[in-house]
C-alpha cells in the first residue's frame, strides 16, 4: 500500500472513525454517570475525554516511515481515532476498564497494560497508561454515518499524574528517534518512582476520609430518602446541605431515620411548609432541612448555638415550630 493509497482511504473513512469515537465516548461517559453518585462525572473525569483523529501526514508516517515493517500498514494502525479518559487515582481506572469490558457494543482487547508491565519489570519506571483497543462489531449507522465492522478506536485510561508525565516525556522520550542520555533517562524514571509513591499516598488518604465519612454519608442518605418520601420531590445537594450535617453531625441518633419518619408523622404541618416554600426558597429544597426541624424541636438552645448557616435562616424555622430565638 503506497502513499497516496493510504491517504485516499483516510479521506474516505475519516467520518466513520470519528463516529465511533463519538459513540464510544458517549457509551462510556453514560454508563460512568449511571454507576457514580449523581453530578459527580465532571469531577471523577479530570480531562474532558475528546475525540482525535490521526492527522493524514502522522497516519502516512507511522505507516510507512517508522520501521514498523506492517504487511497491511492501514489496517494495522488502531489508534486512527483514539480518546484519553483520564482520572484522579490508580483504583478509578478499575471503574472505566469494568465499563469498557462489559460493553455490548463492541469488541475490545487490552493494548497496553502498565500494571502487568509493573509485574514483568518491577525495577523499571516507564510510561504508564492503560490501552484498549475497541472495535465495532456490526456494520451501523450513526447520524447518516456508516461505521463498518471492524472500525477501531484507541482508548487510554490514566491518572492525572500520568497524564501529566506523558505530556512531558512521550513524545520527545519514548517516540523519539535519537534515545536519550542517560541523565535524561534517570530523571525520567526518577519522576514516574515519584508519581507512584505519590498514587499511594492519594489511594490511603482516600480510603481514610471515606471511613471518616461514612458516618455523615449514611445520616445524608436517611436525609435525602426521608426527603422526597416526605415531599415527593427530589432534593438538592448544595454544599448547605453538608454545612448543616457537619454542624449538627453529633447531635444525630443511630436509629435516626425512624426518630425523623415519627418526628414528620406528629408534625406533619412541617411537610407541608417545605414543599410550600421548596419552589422558591433555597433551603427548602435541600434535604438538610429536615434534620434542621428535628434539631430546633428538639434542642433549639443547641440549634442556635450549632446553626452554621445566618441567624435569619434559622428564624422561620424556630417560628414554624412555636419557638422564639430570643428567649
Known sequence: MNEQEILDRWAREEPSFRAWAVVVKEEICRELA???????????????????LKDARSLVDKALYRGKNYEDPYQAITDKAGLRFVVLLTSQIDEVERIICGSTLWTCSK?????????LRPQEFGYQSVHYVITC????????????????CEVQVRTLLQHAHSELTHDSIYKGKKAPTANVSRVVAKTMALIEVVDDFFESVTRDLRDASAPARGNWEVLQAAYVAATSRSGESQASNYLILDAFGSLIPADFRAILDAFLAQNGFVTDIIKERAP??????????????WVVHQSPNRAKEMWPLTADELRPIFGDLGKSMDN
Open 280 to 293: 422558591r426558597q433555597h433551603l427548602f429544597r435541600q434535604p438538610a432541612i429536615l434534620l434542621a426541624y
Open 111 to 119: 493494548d497496553r497494560d502498565y500494571e502487568s508491565e509493573r509485574v
Open 34 to 52: 449511571a454507576s457514580l453518585h449523581p453530578n459527580v462525572l465532571d469531577s471523577f473525569l479530570k480531562v474532558e475525554p475528546r475525540p482525535r
Open 137 to 152: 462489531d456490526q456494520d451501523r449507522t450513526v447520524d447518516a454515518v456508516a461505521i463498518s465492522r471492524g472500525t477501531t
